[in-house]
């Protein structure tokens, strides 16, 4: 992955001229007046960890499992919110971790958990490193140094058991290579967030991921039917049956814990048949709340597609919801991309199409899913474009009950207006839920001298408007740092005293991921 932005470089992607001029004139963005750092600029602070240290940590997993370079620890800092790509392009690399740890098994990370704990070592789990709310930077203060724990080497398939329809894997995995080694077996996940590409399996657990069909397939938190939990304590091994009265889901503690309560070493996952037909297509509605109240019928009523999205007026017209064709602009209204996956997926879009008609959706056939479809990972690429134009270009996102989204929505953008003027804000429902569904922004603006402040700003006031509106601090990118103090708020005192009593028992020398997901007290 690029160091200083999204994915394969050679994907990058060349910003359209009418693109620009709307950029020029709608938002008044101008070219950086500086170039962006190159890797070997970045900036580092010195390795805080003694050559003790670091003998230890390569003794439990081999001297060349512990890497201290300058690219290595680059690509190791921060994640991939527009926040930590613009001060890696400032080449700012002061978050970096001390060393990169390998572990290759399950008892090299108890073993390095329990020496980090003894030696005050903090840990920042690692996977695909696409957090895009702080998650991978860790609090140093007090601690002797910090190390990333890339859990690349633990990239194996497990088991397949196809009469119980579970695999485990363990947690380095990227998405792609799970579905490739489930295909062999004619399955799938069906998870497939737009960082699909480069996500692991143990990222998706910690975080909570959601992907593009969550309608057909569910959350990744969904899928999890047990797990192992490495910690300086020990291990946990949770999930014996598929649903249990066996008091609290523990399972569901260390869905979402980010690193802070312990390390995933392996995932038992449900699984399904890898579909035999798929069919996306497209459908305007006049406007948002006529689409929402479209998409909450199907929801309600069934039956619902594999992926269901739709689009608000301004993310239509700008052309978000097609990537691949960015400023092309739209026939009006707001466009609903409908997916269905599976075995004679007839019938369903049959009945999903009766209801699309009848609440007053106009079909405009396969080209717009297609379209949609192939062009699904894109918008990351989109970014980093907009980036090197001179514009801030960030999402977030939230999620509330039916009767609560144009509140919630109307918060969020009165929020966003106040701080930054007059951004371009666009929205779209992508996961929905019989109670309610999740609200996606995606906001553009002209940077500032300071773009980041300008963003921490915004989202400050964001998250506030968020929190008083009644929705969640986060559908499914997390909470990290960016997130914690709305979180303590949304969960209140008390609930964070019971977070901060999990990780002092986990956790007691408090290594794990510092400053990450727990209030402080």
């Given at each position: 992955?690029?160091?200083?932005?999204?994915?394969?470089?050679a994907?990058?992607?060349?910003?359209?001229?009418q693109?620009?001029?709307?950029?020029?004139?709608?938002?008044?963005?101008?070219?950086p007046?500086?170039?962006?750092?190159?890797?070997?600029?970045?900036?580092?602070?010195?390795?805080?960890?003694?050559?003790?240290?670091?003998?230890?940590?390569?003794e439990?997993?081999?001297?060349?499992?512990?890497?201290?370079?300058?690219e290595?620890?680059?690509?190791?800092?921060?994640?991939?919110?527009?926040?930590?790509?613009?001060?890696?392009?400032?080449?700012?690399?002061?978050?970096?971790?001390?060393?990169?740890?390998?572990?290759?098994?399950?008892?090299?990370?108890?073993a390095?958990?329990?020496?980090?704990?003894?030696?005050?070592?903090?840990?920042v789990?690692?996977?695909?490193?696409?957090?895009?709310?702080g998650?991978?930077a860790?609090a140093?203060?007090?601690?002797?140094g910090?190390?990333?724990?890339?859990?690349?080497?633990?990239?194996?398939?497990?088991?397949?058991?196809?009469?119980?329809?579970?695999?485990?894997?363990?947690?380095?995995?990227?998405?792609?290579?799970?579905e490739?080694?489930?295909?062999?077996h004619?399955?799938?996940?069906?998870?497939?967030?737009?960082?699909?590409?480069?996500?692991?399996?143990?990222?998706?657990?910690?975080?909570?991921?959601?992907?593009?069909?969550?309608?057909?397939?569910?959350?990744?938190?969904?899928m999890?039917?047990?797990?192992?939990l490495?910690?300086?304590?020990g291990?946990?091994?949770?999930?014996?049956?598929?649903?249990?009265?066996?008091?609290?889901?523990?399972?569901?503690?260390?869905?979402?814990?980010?690193?802070?309560?312990?390390?995933i070493?392996?995932?038992?996952?449900?699984?399904?048949?890898?579909?035999?037909?798929?069919?996306?297509?497209g459908?305007?509605?006049?406007?948002?709340?006529?689409?929402?109240a479209?998409?909450?019928?199907?929801?309600?009523?069934?039956?619902?597609?594999?992926?269901l999205?739709?689009?608000?007026?301004?993310?239509?017209?700008i052309?978000?919801?097609?990537?691949?064709e960015?400023?092309?602009?739209?026939?009006?209204?707001?466009?609903?991309v409908?997916?269905?996956?599976?075995?004679?997926?007839?019938?369903?879009?049959?009945?999903?199409?009766?209801?699309?008609?009848?609440?007053?959706?106009?079909?405009?056939?396969?080209e717009?899913?297609?379209?949609?479809?192939?062009?699904?990972?894109?918008?990351?690429?989109?970014?980093?474009?907009?980036?090197a134009?001179?514009?801030?270009v960030?999402?977030?996102?939230?999620?509330?009950?039916?009767?609560?989204l144009?509140?919630?929505?109307?918060?969020?953008?009165?929020?966003?207006?106040?701080?930054?003027g007059?951004?371009?804000?666009?929205?779209?429902?992508s996961?929905?839920?019989?109670?309610?569904?999740?609200?996606?922004?995606?906001?553009?603006?002209?940077?500032?001298?300071?773009p980041?402040?300008?963003?921490?700003?915004?989202?400050?006031?964001?998250?506030?408007?968020?929190?008083?509106?009644?929705?969640?601090?986060?559908?499914?990118?997390?909470?990290?740092?960016?997130?914690?103090?709305?979180?303590?708020?949304?969960?209140?005192?008390?609930g964070?005293?019971?977070?901060?009593?999990?990780?002092a028992?986990?956790?007691?020398?408090?290594?794990?991921?510092?400053?990450?997901?727990?209030?402080?007290?």
């Open positions: 992955m690029l160091w200083s932005g999204w994915g394969d470089p994907q990058a992607r060349e910003l359209p001229e693109v620009r001029v709307l950029l020029r004139d709608l938002l008044g963005v101008r070219p007046t500086a170039p962006a750092s190159t890797l070997e600029s970045v900036r580092l602070p010195p390795v805080a960890l003694t050559d003790a240290r670091l003998a230890a940590l390569a439990v997993v081999g001297p060349g499992h512990v890497l201290t370079g300058h290595d620890r680059v690509r190791r800092t921060r994640g991939k919110s527009t926040p930590d790509l613009l001060r890696m392009r400032a080449g700012d690399g002061s978050d970096a971790p001390d060393a990169v740890v390998l572990p290759g098994s399950h008892e090299e990370v108890v390095l958990l329990r020496l980090c704990s003894d030696e005050r070592i903090a840990v789990p690692f996977g695909g490193g696409t957090s895009v709310v998650g991978l860790a140093r203060e007090g601690y002797a910090v190390i990333a724990l890339d859990l690349r080497r633990l990239d194996r398939l497990r088991s397949v058991d196809a009469e119980s329809m579970v695999a485990e894997f363990e947690p380095g995995v990227r998405a792609p290579e799970a490739r080694l489930l295909a062999a004619g399955l799938t996940l069906g998870h497939f967030p737009q960082s699909f590409e480069y996500a692991t399996l143990g990222g998706f657990a910690a975080a909570r991921s959601s992907g593009q069909a969550s309608a057909g397939y569910g959350r990744f938190d969904d999890v039917v047990g797990l192992t490495a910690t300086p304590r291990a946990m091994e949770l999930g014996r049956a598929p649903r249990s009265a066996a008091g609290p889901d523990l399972r569901q503690l260390v869905l979402g814990s980010e690193g802070a309560f312990g390390v070493t392996s995932l038992r996952l449900r699984v399904r048949r890898a579909p035999a037909e798929r069919r996306y297509e459908w305007r509605f006049a406007t948002f709340a006529e689409g929402t479209a998409v909450r019928a199907l929801a309600q009523e069934g039956p619902l597609p594999a992926v999205r739709l689009s608000d007026e301004t993310e239509t017209m052309g978000l919801a097609r990537p691949d960015i400023g092309s602009g739209g026939s009006g209204g707001c466009l609903l409908a997916g269905y996956e599976g075995e004679r997926v007839g019938g369903r879009h049959a009945a999903a199409s009766a209801v699309l008609t009848r609440m007053g959706g106009e079909p405009l056939g396969a717009p899913g297609q379209a949609w479809e192939h062009g699904r990972f894109s918008a990351p690429y989109l970014r980093d474009s907009l980036l134009a001179g514009a801030t960030e999402t977030l996102e939230t999620a509330g009950f039916w009767s609560n144009p509140r919630l929505h109307d918060a969020v953008r009165l929020a966003l207006l106040g701080e930054l007059s951004p371009l804000v666009m929205c779209h429902v996961h929905v839920y019989e109670t309610g569904a999740s609200l996606y922004f995606t906001v553009v603006t002209a940077q500032d001298a300071d980041v402040e300008q963003w921490r700003r915004a989202k400050t006031a964001v998250n506030a408007a968020i929190v008083a509106a009644g929705g969640t601090i986060s559908h499914h990118h997390g909470v990290g740092r960016d997130h914690r103090d709305a979180y303590g708020e949304e969960i209140g005192p008390l964070a005293a019971v977070l901060r009593a999990v990780k028992e986990l956790d007691p020398a408090g290594i794990l991921n510092p400053g990450v997901l727990v209030p402080e007290g």
